[in-house]
């Protein structure tokens, strides 16, 4: 057997249950859930089991494998020593239901976390509940609708977002109930004001925006589209996935946003993808705070018998703000990754705005090298910058519009031609208004021979025939799928039991 998915189901034995500590008799499970027949699972013993997870792992790809410069998720490489940190027994082994006296450590981090992030956000109040950008998104705009409602301000029903947007700042709002009000960008990639005071009224609730854009540019007209919005007393939510950028540099609170949502996994290093594992804290200015969902860890002197079980010369307490919007998660929200993106801001310190430079940095020298050695193999025609801009900040667009309409190359087929020089693509078509779009983040871990020799593969790809690039990738476990098809058509699980 080379893995699980052969063995379907067969009868045999891989593992002995201890017995029960209970008599049979003590043990009431209801009639109706016990099993009538023995599930068809595989029973394969431990060398088999390996070899499986070592198969799957084979197949996959990941920041550990190979560059991964996929623009707008930022993945960096995720340093061991967090996961030392997460495993502490201190940490693992606590349950979220133990009493305060017994996670004064844990709470410690948190409140540290919290504040770690008011100040580079310029925020007030942080919340580390929402477990993933997306969640936040929709806990930031549920907190803001709340906080009109509770003014009687019923009568603010829209939510303004650029063309560039990612696609959940409009989900979120759409999920709060609010209309999308979608305005056009200029031509140079960035906010249209003209088009921002044509829609902006007195129904405007939210402008939910991203800086850097989704482009890779600085909006620098963000203070006046701030006054913009708040002239007609709407709020500004600022969508933090990039983040990585400015760290340090500059902060949503500067820019005028009133809240804003942070990556965790992206900005400060988590092992993510396929829509998780992550964790989207939210933070908020002072009038909103009152709105977010608990617990919120707060600081206070110690009472009567506390000191024995402090650790520091302040008390650490779990808070309810008092018109919360509610939980989102359950329990204190995804504790393992906190810790994690914690011990990734420790490691750096006041590193944090080298941080933002160097990907920022390592953005700009990929797309220099990447003109550099297109150039140099003479087909620096089939691309052309996705926006105009001296400087991009973390991540850069770039078109394969010209190469598609001179040699019927696609950004797909480049993508796919990149799978097969052992990459992972690039975002391909986001945003949507850069035509034959490609994304590009190399993120700050990664080294200039790394950023060269992907510079030289690109070009290397650029090369190849029409033909071959549309029959890539080749050397993938899954060759091209139809994608359409399998968007719709998700089909996640092994059928055992359809045998
Ligand atoms: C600009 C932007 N906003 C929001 C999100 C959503 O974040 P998450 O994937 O953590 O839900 C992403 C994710 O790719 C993003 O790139």
Redesign the pocket.
Known sequence: MSHLFDHHGAPGKGYSQPAPVLPATEISVPSSLVRKQAARWPRISEPEMVRHYTWLSKRNFGIDTGFYPLG??TMKHNPRINEVIAQLPGIADIHPHQPEHHLQGLLSIYHEMQHMLEVCAGMDQVTLQPV????G?FTAVRCIQEYFRLRGEDQRTKVIVPDSA?G??PASAAMCGFEIVEIPSRTDGRIDLDALRAVADETTAVMMI?NPN?LGLFEADILEASAIVHDVGGQMYY?G??FNAILGITSPGLMGFDAVHF?L?KTFSQPHGGGGP?S?PIGVKAHLADFLPGPIVKKRPIMGDEAKHAIEDMWFGWYEPVHSIGKVQQWHGNAGAVIRCWAYYRRYGNGLKTMSEHAVLNANYLRHALHREAEKAGVSDMIVDGAETDVAKHEFTISLGPAKESHGISAMDIAKGLLDMGYMAPTVYFPLVVPECMMIEPTETESKETLDTFAEDFAKVLQVDAETLHAAPITTPVRRVDEVYAARNLCLRHPYDED
């Open positions: 707008s998720c993933a950008g997306a969640q998104e990612h959940t700042n991203t989704t969508d996935a990039n990556n996994h992550g989207g």
